[in-house]
């Protein structure tokens, strides 16, 4: 069972939504699809599920084509980050409805039915309808009735989005799970890369219609092919400075200058883009580290971590610190950098030379 997208592009009214992509889904695999708000995650979807037919290229499901089959003959489900349910139904009669509208029988609809309100512990809920149940059991109501179809595709569009931080911890704890239960194809579209990192499997990261990376998602997140892709799976956004290596050596914008093999000793002489992700710079001195002079522009306390955000000789960077920090707008600091934590660009973007630490992980 494979889903793959043969140079599949959506143009509409003249602008790109998808620019040309091939990528390839396996049975049994979780498929992330990362990026930020309109980086084309929705529509992707919507073109692997037959809901749109693309303006180029083909859809292959397990060898054939299937750019022009309407939805309702293809075996996809889809979840949205609303909760689809109909509220006059009880949660069996919601997950039932797909299994009758393919006209199955009564006994096998009810054995499949419970098995999935079993596999999403709603057997206590199973006679009451969807306005007496709680947010995080409206969406595996959902889940459920998308699973029951046994379908071969799993389209999960932001499908924790709405719910409060601790129904979210709970239902990405589960979604690999049942993943892991069913063998279809999932594919989980999120603009949270801790949720990438959490559900593991595999991750391509969207950035303006286009796909930068598919890979292993500890691969796509630790050895990112280029800065987009860096800037995509980091969160707040990845921070960039300009560098030059000549001989031995690298200077960093106008400051500071270190030996070249404490960062990228085998790339060549010239102009680089170093970036290092916001919880890899500190306020505290740490020896051996990389120091540059900035002022604050603003601090977010998060309860156990603050962001700081600073202005480094124009350059606007973002750091994650642990603890509360009490910083004053235009105050002078210093911030910190393990050389270990950088990553070399080139100037056309591509990754020149991943961080030592990601390389070690």
């Known amino acids: 069972m494979t889903l793959m997208l043969d140079n599949v592009s959506m143009v509409v009214g003249g602008r790109s939504h998808i620019y040309p992509t091939d990528l390839t889904l396996e049975k049994g695999t979780m498929n992330v699809l990362l990026g930020p708000t309109l980086a084309g995650k929705t529509t992707l979807m919507r073109l692997m599920a037959g809901l749109d037919k693309p303006s180029t290229g083909r859809v292959i499901w397990n060898g054939a084509d299937v750019t022009g089959q309407r939805v309702q003959d293809r075996k996809v489900s889809m979840v949205y980050q609303q909760f689809i349910n109909y509220p006059s139904m009880t949660v069996y009669d919601n997950i039932a409805s797909p299994l009758r509208l393919m006209g199955l029988s009564r006994d096998e609809i009810d054995a499949r039915v419970r098995e999935a309100a079993e596999l999403m512990q709603l057997m206590p809920q199973i006679d009451r309808k969807p306005l007496e149940l709680s947010g995080g059991q409206q969406q595996r109501c959902a889940l459920a009735r998308a699973l029951v179809k046994n379908a071969g595709l799993v389209l999960l569009d932001e499908p924790l989005a709405n719910l409060d931080y601790k129904l979210r911890e709970e239902l990405r704890a589960e979604i690999p799970r049942i993943f892991e239960r069913s063998g279809s194809i999932f594919v989980y579209a999120t603009t949270e890369p801790e949720e990438a990192l959490l559900l593991g499997g595999n991750c391509a990261t969207l950035w303006e219609g286009r796909v930068t990376q598919f890979g292993p998602t500890p691969t796509v997140y630790r050895r990112p092919a280029d800065a987009t892709t860096a800037r995509v799976f980091s969160d707040p956004p990845m921070n960039f400075i300009e560098v030059r290596k000549s001989g031995g050596h690298f200077r960093f914008g106008s400051g500071e200058e270190i030996d070249a093999s404490r960062i990228g000793a085998d790339v060549a002489d010239g102009t680089y883009t170093a970036g290092f992700r916001p919880n890899h710079l500190r306020l505290d001195p740490i020896e051996g580290a990389l120091s540059f002079d900035a002022r604050v522009g603003v601090t977010e306390i998060t309860g156990s971590e603050t962001f700081v955000?600073?202005?480094?000789?124009?350059?606007?960077?973002?750091?994650?610190?642990?603890?509360?920090?009490?910083?004053?707008?235009?105050?002078?600091?210093?911030?910190?950098?393990?050389?270990?934590?950088?990553?070399?660009?080139?100037?056309?973007?591509?990754?020149?030379?991943?961080?030592?630490?990601?390389?070690?992980?």
Do not use: C, I, N, S
Request: proline share 8%; no cysteine.
């Open 309 to 361: 955000h600073v202005d480094h000789d124009g350059m606007r960077w973002v750091g994650l610190v642990h603890g509360v920090r009490h910083l004053d707008p235009g105050q002078p600091v210093t911030v910190y950098l393990r050389p270990r934590h950088v990553y070399l660009f080139k100037t056309d973007g591509a990754l020149a030379q991943p961080a030592a630490y990601a390389e070690a992980a």
